[in-house]
């Protein structure tokens, strides 16, 4: 169960100050910062997780092909995760498998590499994290059957990235807790968008039975994939459109907090935002639904002034603007 406690101190005592704050090398969070800043949706993507030794969670990718990390305040944990699009080597007719430990015959957690033997020759100076000279990079196993996979061990106080899209299975070793935190930037919202657009396509050969293509067809698609994807163009043109509103009005020196937990973002920071958020909503624009559908004209147009403004703006960057997130 995903359990939303961030969210639920926020509403119960919102004077109390959180339980926990967003590290800083993962608080560019355009998903979080959408959702907080519409408290009558009340919605998040930061949850606690309480499981007892034994207990599993199958095979899966994170809603929206997001980011995900992942803290263990108490227990242990075994990851084992695929590369982007390795798991198309497990698909069949069925779709994905439930368990794939069996499947890649990793059975045992007895192989699971601790942060230890990751991080042999790794060096740290000054705080800073370094690979040495010996230092061997990372390597993913092997199944029999060639899919390529890591397999670890999250202990207490450490935290887990998931890339953008990568499959996982996660095991309880011990009784663990944890906070997991679902997120996406600029740096992956082209997966999130890519993969929007693969969820409308699905929606759209599943409803397809006959040659339908009328307004009617389109609007109960993007009903279907509010429903089964949790977000549909209209959702995706808000949160795109409420980014670069904010970062323009921060821009234009209007607004500084911008950020999830308080971060202010530098200008380099805001910048690339613009940018990235500008290309997907350019895409997203050229798509028929924008055209044919009464709801999404009203974001075509407030999409469309948007960009303009975007365009007339003098994006360049210099190193003495403040590009540090604090
Ligand atoms: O801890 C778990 O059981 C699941 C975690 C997970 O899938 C995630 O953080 O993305
Ligand atoms: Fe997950």
Request: net charge negative; glycine share 6%.
């Amino acid at each position: 169960m995903d359990w939303h406690l961030q969210r639920e101190q926020r509403l119960r005592r919102p004077d109390d100050p959180p339980f926990y704050r967003t590290p800083r090398l993962v608080a560019s969070d355009w998903l979080n910062e959408f959702w907080e800043a519409r408290p009558e949706k009340a919605d998040d993507y930061r949850f606690v997780y309480v499981g007892v030794a034994g207990t599993w969670t199958p095979f899966h990718a994170d809603v929206y092909r997001s980011f995900s990390w992942s803290a263990n305040v108490c227990g242990a944990k075994r990851w084992i995760l695929l590369p982007h699009g390795e798991e198309e080597k497990l698909r069949s007719l069925s779709g994905l498998p439930f368990d794939v430990a069996s499947v890649l015959g990793a059975e045992s957690a007895d192989q699971a590499l601790g942060s230890k033997e990751l991080r042999a020759g790794i060096r740290s100076s000054d705080g800073a994290v370094e690979a040495g000279e010996d230092a061997v990079p990372l390597q993913p196993r092997t199944s029999a059957d060639g899919v390529r996979y890591f397999d670890v061990r999250q202990e207490a106080g450490e935290v887990m990235f998931v890339p953008s899209g990568w499959h996982h299975q996660v095991w309880n070793l011990r009784d663990t807790i944890s906070i997991n935190h679902n997120w996406f930037n600029a740096s992956n919202i082209h997966l999130v968008c890519e993969h929007l657009m693969a969820s409308l396509a699905d929606v759209r050969a599943e409803l397809a039975i006959s040659q339908d293509s009328s307004d009617e067809f389109l609007s109960q698609c993007q009903t279907l994939l509010r429903a089964t994807h949790g977000m549909n163009l209209a959702e995706m043109t808000e949160l795109l459109c409420f980014t670069i509103n904010r970062r323009l009005a921060a821009l234009a020196g209007g607004e500084t907090v911008m950020g999830l937990d308080g971060y202010r973002y530098g200008r380099g920071h805001l910048v690339y935002d613009v940018k990235c958020a500008s290309r997907e909503l350019r895409r997203l624009l050229a798509r028929e639904e924008f055209r044919r559908l009464e709801d999404l004209k009203r974001w075509r147009t407030e999409a469309e002034r948007l960009l303009e403004e975007v365009e007339v703006l003098d994006l360049t960057v210099d190193d003495t603007t403040g590009n540090e997130t604090t």
